[in-house]
């Protein structure tokens, strides 16, 4: 299952960052950052639970930048 969010993010490396640090959580297949749209695509593995992995997600993601915020 694909699902896109509505982000805040200030650069386009911090994106690539937060990119790479959805893509490193459990429960998530793939993830595509879009800076300049300020959207982020996450295909969920199946199975998974959606709350219980967009928390982590966004926990991964306040490591990179701590002022991200991801409209779950």
Known sequence: MKKKFNIEVDCANCAAKMEEATKKTPG???????????????????????????KQVL??????????????
Do not use: P
């Open 28 to 54: 998530v297949k793939d993830a595509v950052v879009n800076f300049v749209m300020q959207k982020m695509t996450v295909e969920f593995e199946e199975g998974a639970d959606l709350n219980d992995v967009m």
């Open 59 to 72: 926990k991964n993601c306040k490591k990179v930048e701590s002022d991200i915020e991801i409209e779950i």
